[in-house]
């Protein structure tokens, strides 16, 4: 946070976090003469948890007033805060889906393996950097 006026003015540190998100999500997935073809259908957030913050470089007890003020305001509004955020983080993963990174040829190695003989169950999938 950067309140000033003229070069003078406090300057402040905000950091907030939520401590439990949970979201319901439902993807359609399908595959054709395009390959994979991903679609978000829904996206919900059904549960914010506790809001906090920490404020520094206020001082002590503008920190500590700030901090209260905030927690009180934001998590009587997070609701709106969550319904806010579901559209854009649809889109955004709606985009993911639409261009998705390429496969790593290791991992798409595996998938063919598997696909080819189908009792064959890969013990680890390797991660993905």
Do not use: C, W
């Not at 978000?40 to 520094?56: C, I, P, R, S, Y």
């Not at 003020?69 to 889109?91: A, M, S």
């Amino acid at each position: 946070m950067l309140a000033k006026f003229m070069d003078l003015g406090p300057t402040a540190t905000i950091t907030g976090t939520i401590t439990n998100i949970r979201v319901k999500l439902n993807i359609r997935a399908s595959i054709g003469a395009d390959g994979l073809v991903a679609q978000l259908d829904k996206f919900d957030v059904k549960n914010l948890g506790l809001l906090t913050v920490d404020v520094k470089g206020l001082g002590f007890i503008l920190n500590f007033l700030v901090e209260i003020v905030v927690d009180v305001i934001g998590n009587l509004i997070k609701g709106l805060v969550g319904e806010l955020l579901q559209g854009t983080i649809k889109n955004i993963i709606n985009s993911i889906l639409k261009n998705p990174p390429p496969i790593p040829s290791r991992t798409l190695n595996i998938l063919q393996l598997t696909a080819r003989h189908p009792y064959i169950i890969p013990r680890a999938v390797p991660k993905i950097y």
